[in-house]
T-cell receptor
Framework: DAKTTQPPSMDCAEGRAANLPCNHS???????VYWYRQIHSQGPQYIIHGLKNNETNEMASLIITEDRKSSTLILPHATLRDTAVYYC????????????FGSGTQLTVLP | EAGVAQSPRYKIIEKRQSVAFWCNPI?????LYWYQQILGQGPKLLIQ????????DSQLPKDRFSAERLKGVDSTLKIQPAKLEDSAVYLCASSLYVNTGELFFGEGSRLTVL
């Protein structure tokens, strides 16, 4: 699976959009981008995933660049409860091989 | 819908002792995973089951770790004997299918080895 690079930490003001970047320059054509988050003392939680089109759900939006070498997870109106470690993971479509987590980005939402 | 249940939440043991963790996945989920998360790191897959068969145990330290999933539902992860470096959170996850990336995680079992 392709390696991902994320900033170790970011801050965001409450109520503002949080934009979390991820670089996956070696991604292959059959690899999806997944985002998970982990709130302190909890297990990781699935957020969203995509292949090449932008995706949106009730939690977030995922913007993938046209060359697929990077993506951005957007939390449109961040709240204090969004403070967590956010993991960007690349995974081969339809594979039984499971998620390989990196160190993620610690997002701190400030009041 | 009930989530993934794990127990115990916390366990403190001395090195060379043994410990076991239990996981009950979401009903109907055929695939079950055990991950190890050391402080400050992302989770690392230890073993993956499809029903009661092992799909991947390549990162399981088999000299001291064992896991089973009898009857394809509950699972137990055992460490014997424990080492200091086994101090970590042990996360259980389940998914409906083996080839999906949407996993549902439990809250984890925090192990401290003294």
């Amino acid at each position: 699976d392709a390696k991902t690079t994320q900033p170790p930490s970011m801050d965001c003001a409450e109520g503002r959009a949080a934009n979390l970047p991820c670089n996956h320059s070696t991604i292959s054509g059959n690899e999806y981008v997944y985002w998970y988050r982990q709130i302190h003392s909890q297990g990781p939680q699935y957020i969203i995933h995509g292949l090449k089109n932008n995706e949106t759900n009730e939690m977030a939006s995922l913007i993938i660049t046209e060359d697929r070498k990077s993506s951005t997870l957007i939390l449109p109106h961040a709240t204090l409860r969004d403070t967590a470690v956010y993991y960007c993971i690349v995974r081969v479509s339809g594979s039984a091989r499971q998620l390989t987590f990196g160190s993620g980005t610690q997002l701190t939402v400030l009041p | 819908e009930a989530g993934v249940a794990q127990s115990p939440r916390y366990k403190i043991i001395e090195k060379r002792q043994s410990v076991a963790f239990w996981c009950n996945p979401i009903s109907g989920h055929a695939t079950l995973y055990w991950y190890q998360q050391i402080l400050g790191q992302g989770p690392k897959l230890l073993i993956q089951f499809q029903n009661n068969g092992v799909v991947d145990d390549s990162q399981l330290p088999k000299d001291r770790f064992s896991a089973e999933r009898l009857k394809g539902v509950d699972s137990t992860l055992k460490i014997q004997p424990a080492k200091l470096e086994d101090s970590a959170v042990y996360l259980c996850a389940s998914s409906l299918y083996v080839n999906t990336g949407e996993l549902f995680f439990g809250e984890g079992s925090r192990l401290t080895v003294l």
